[in-house]
């Protein structure tokens, strides 16, 4: 019977289907008295492009995870949704007009199609999108918990905005150790009862954690939309490579600043890989110093400053502030107010990003104005440059030349006074910079000090003139949290008198309206200004035509939406409870689950994704929503499948293209081609490719022997450098247990691999070898009928049964799963040499390759005589005692040298093996009647005669 993978696997994936083999179970139903074991995927994003090769390289690797788990006896959820808010969605309707709706279901049925080709173990019943209405009911609620909610110092964690009302109450805020703004005055409880309801709302505005304020943006004038850092690659959008500038917009921002530190202290207890945490530990950039407080000379304006060098305050000759600074457009004279604006909207065309990294660039601009130093009183001059960033620190600057290198360049370019801070010349350079033995001259409270007392004695005496105190310092800064697209979560947002009121719990969700245009308004509005049916009645707690605002009882709603990371913030805990409608999930459930055990994804979510997801689930720990505080246990990155892409070299200034082998001859410029119109010998398909490229359909060709030969680079798979390969041809051609081994078998998850499509026809021809080991021999053929034995298997085939359970199980549990598709190999050569067919050996080999490649093994599980799917079989127990040699073969040596070789069994005693040995007719043919001076017998190793 011939190996058959489009009929089998058809068959076994309609099976899955039909049974609902994958559905876990979830508390009070049966199954679910099994320990859990939760292997979760980054959520995807359905593009349009479908899935490429590369794509399911970490599913495959959570799949066998989880596959492994239940044979051995795990309640496993593994689910799959779709991450199907964002940009991309809504270009493509901005382009055609088509609703992004339409677009994503379309993506994910073609996802969905591809996912289920390769034959994955999903609990598709649990599936979530977070365009769904009835998911993203719950990010708004979320939200709105988030708005409800203040930081407590004093308790470090989150709590309910009404208990911070009743301090106001009672006391004002003075004794209240709370983040908030860093611009929040002081009032008393009269004061606070006093306010109007409209100025008590502005106050818990500077509490709450998510609120409104102006913030600096990466502004894409293109998109038309605000971007996060990571979506912006060297200073333009990553989505269509857009020009990215820097300007003031109110948005809702998230306060996740007030989970620095236990974001960072969150780390120690993750398993995850030590580059992700090192990325996050940077991100957050934890730093300890003083902020000090320089008065700005004739102006009631101050510029706070941090500092991680307190102590070489006397050594400051220079402030620089953030161009985009609050106190520029107040302190800048007149005599330098058209060169301060020139700067300013010049910096407002870099993003951050770029100015970060700019450590060679050196610009700035007197502003006029002079700071007052703290202690001596001298006069400051105060610069704007963009190397100071308004969202770190406090947007500015205090600059020590003599003990930055940075602070130094700066003042020598543009002739700014350097005093000489070191009292001992014999300090050198590199103690400086290692913080060791620096000693402040002028300042006579840290002569003689270490690094550490004179920081400490530096900020006690800047406190002491209230000039300064203490503070840590974090680079993290609140996310923004507005965008303004039309395809993303609604706001569960009106506003009355320009405040935020939020819509109840029993009234979402609110529904993205329709809209006749996806791009902004003519005045600028986000998409959503677009929509006639876009304001909220609070009577009947509904959306209603904007024709009926009256600011009484019907009033506009939030324009902007939610960024993309906002459902993926939270769906790993509604997979645990996928259909309740009362709450994200019941606490039975999440109680049952409580994590994600295994979580795979890319490394380049390190942040954007990560530290956000932690954030709300740290805040919906505070709530008491969900049971930990850390969502994923096990984190591992998987690598990168690489394409090899093919290049045609044209001869710059021609249409002419040279075959690879003689462009050296020539100055040409590279083409990528399609991978497509290339064999396996890297010849191109010369009249595919004039086909595909109308501009090189009149191109001459300069062949080598006949043939153009393509150059080859390995690089990233992508649609743009047309070298990705389609999974559901691989599928096609040789299956999807194929395509799953080899994906494995091209290397550790870990790390980036090229992708060879050569190279799976070995794979295939192993998944033949497999089968024909089941069925009689057929001369000719793949094998005949299906033939499995009764008989007891052989010591050898126990011995080499075992020692691949034991590899196996060793490889799934330490992430090696390109090791365990080796020992499948050798295990099915050993065992077709030893003419294996004994059901003993079969049966269990099935069980150990199902989690790789789970078509073929439930087919034979089937022809084996089970009724039901091999998912669910135990896996086999490692034995030690098969892999005990009862007998060993011995070199017999004569004075050193190999003469025969004799097999004795382990067990057998020297005294008896020396006995065999010297009968033994080659042993006296040796000696020919001499007796040996010694006999040398090592057990389990050496025998050893000296004649």
């Given amino acids: 019977m011939k190996y058959d993978h489009k009929v089998i696997e058809a068959r076994w994936q309609q099976f899955w289907r039909e049974h609902k083999t994958f559905e876990a179970k979830n508390p009070g139903t049966e199954g679910a008295d099994k320990p859990k074991y939760y292997v979760l995927d980054m959520f995807p994003y359905p593009s349009g492009a479908g899935l490429h090769v590369g794509h399911p390289l970490g599913y495959i690797a959570s799949d066998i995870y989880a596959r492994y788990k239940r044979h051995r006896g795990f309640n496993v959820l593994h689910p799959m949704g779709y991450d199907s808010f964002g940009l991309p969605a809504e270009q493509y309707a901005i382009q055609t007009g088509q609703h992004p709706a339409i677009t994503t279901e379309t993506n994910i049925a073609r996802y969905r199609e591809q ?70 005055r002081s009032f008393t409880a009269a004061e606070w009862n006093a306010f109007t309801d409209e100025e008590q709302q502005h106050i818990l505005l500077k509490y709450r954690l998510t609120y409104l304020a102006e913030t600096e943006v990466n502004w894409c004038p293109a998109l038309g939309t605000v971007l996060a850092n990571d979506e912006i690659v060297n200073g333009v ?44 530990t940077n991100w957050i950039g934890r730093s300890e110093g003083a902020e000090v407080t320089f008065k700005v000379k004739g102006s009631d304006a101050k510029i706070p400053v941090f500092t991680t060098r307190p102590d070489t305050i006397f050594g400051v000759s220079f402030m620089t502030l953030a161009p985009e600074h ?104 590199k103690a400086h910079s290692e913080k060791q033995g620096t000693v402040i001259a002028n300042s006579d409270f840290l002569s003689g000090l270490s690094y550490e007392d004179a920081t400490q004695e530096a900020i006690r005496k800047l406190e002491a003139i209230g000039a300064g105190k203490g503070r840590i310092n974090y680079r993290l800064r609140d996310a923004v949290f507005s965008r303004q697209r039309y395809w993303g979560e609604p706001f569960p947002v009106y506003y009355v008198n320009g405040l935020p009121q939020m819509i109840g719990k029993e009234h979402l969700p609110v529904r993205l309206p329709e809209v006749e245009k996806y791009l902004p308004t003519e005045t600028g509005e986000p998409p959503l200004g677009n929509a006639k049916t876009w304001a909220w009645d609070i009577e009947n707690h509904k959306v209603v035509g904007n ?49 994600v055990d295994l979580y795979i994804g890319g490394s380049e979510h390190a942040t954007g994704h990560l530290l956000y997801s932690r954030f709300w689930q740290k805040f919906q720990y505070d709530m008491k929503l969900v049971p930990v505080d850390e969502f994923a246990k096990k984190l591992i990155n998987q690598g990168m499948i690489l394409g090899t892409s093919a290049f045609v070299y044209r001869v ?72 990705v390969v389609n999974p559901d041809d691989i599928c096609e051609q040789y299956g999807a247990d194929t395509l799953r081994l080899y994906e494995m078998f091209l290397g550790p ?153 004799l097999e004795l069994p382990m067990d057998m005693s020297k005294e008896d093996m020396e006995k065999v040995v010297m009968a033994h007719e080659k042993t006296q043919e040796q000696l020919q009647g001499r007796t040996p001076k010694k006999i040398i017998i090592v057990p389990g190793k050496i025998i050893n005669i000296v004649g």
């Fill in 115 to 184: 996912l289920d080709k390769i034959g994955f173990s999903f609990d598709w019943s649990r599936e979530v999108r977070t365009s769904d209405p009835a998911y993203y009911k719950w990010t708004q609620w979320i939200f709105t918990r988030l708005f409800r909610s203040w930081y407590n110092n004093d308790t470090d964690k989150a709590e309910d905005i009404r208990t911070l009302i009743l301090k106001f109450e009672k006391d004002g805020n003075t004794g209240v150790n709370a983040v908030c703004d860093s611009d929040t």
């Fill in 652 to 723: 710059k200034g021609t249409n002419t293209l040279v075959s690879a082998n003689k462009k050296e001859e020539l100055e040409t410029e590279p083409i990528h081609a399609d991978v497509s119109f290339v064999n396996a010998s890297d010849e191109l398909d010369v009249d595919a490719f004039k086909n595909w490229r109308p501009e090189f359909k009149d191109a001459e060709f300069v062949l080598e022997d006949g043939r153009y030969i393509v150059g080859r680079e390995v690089e990233k798979m992508s649609k743009s450098k047309y070298n």
């Fill in 237 to 280: 959008s990553e989505r269509g490579g857009h020009p990215v500038i820097r300007k003031k917009m109110t948005q809702w921002s998230m306060r996740i600043t007030a989970y620095a530190q236990r974001l960072l202290d969150g780390l120690d207890r993750l398993d995850w890989p030590q580059p992700l945490k090192d990325a996050q």
């Fill in 749 to 901: 998850i870990d790390q980036a691999k090229p992708w060879n499509t050569a190279g799976i026809t070995g794979v295939h021809g192993f998944l033949k070898k497999l089968w024909k080991l089941y069925h009689s021999p057929l001369e000719g053929g793949q094998g005949g009928d299906f033939y499995v034995s009764d008989a007891p298997a052989s010591a050898e085939s126990l011995k080499t049964l075992h020692k691949t359970i034991k590899k196996v199980i060793e490889d799934i549990e330490n992430f090696s799963f390109n090791t365990s598709v080796s020992s499948f190999m050798i295990a099915v050569n050993e065992l077709s040499a030893q003419q294996c067919h004994s059901r003993e050996i079969l049966e269990p080999l099935v069980v150990i390759i199902a989690p790789y490649a789970p078509h073929i093994a439930e087919e034979l599980w089937h022809k084996l005589g089970h009724h039901e799917s091999v998912t669910f079989a135990t896996f086999p127990e490692f034995e030690a005692k098969y892999l005990v040699e009862s007998s060993k073969e011995y070199p017999v040596s004569f004075n050193g040298k190999m003469r025969f070789k």
């Fill in 326 to 429: 609050d106190l520029v457009s107040l302190i800048t004279t007149p005599e330098q107010q058209q060169e301060v604006d020139a700067y300013i909207e010049a910096t407002a065309k870099r993003s951050e990003r770029d100015r970060m990294s700019d450590v060679k660039t050196i610009s700035g601009v007197f502003t006029g104005a002079y700071a007052e130093h703290p202690f001596s009183g001298q006069p400051i001059p105060v610069w704007i440059g963009d190397y100071v960033l308004a969202g770190y620190g406090t947007g500015a600057v205090m600059a020590v030349p003599c003990g930055d290198q940075r602070d130094y360049d700066f003042a020598k370019h543009f002739g700014i006074p350097i005093p000489n801070i070191f009292e001992y010349a014999d300090i050198s350079e």
């Fill in 547 to 595: 024709e009926r605002i009256d600011h009484k009882t019907v009033f506009p709603l939030e324009l902007n939406t939610m960024p993309g990371w906002a459902g993926s913030s939270w769906y790993f805990n509604r997979y645990m409870d996928a259909h309740n409608q009362s709450e994200t999930a019941s606490p039975e459930t999440l109680q049952y689950w409580k994590d």
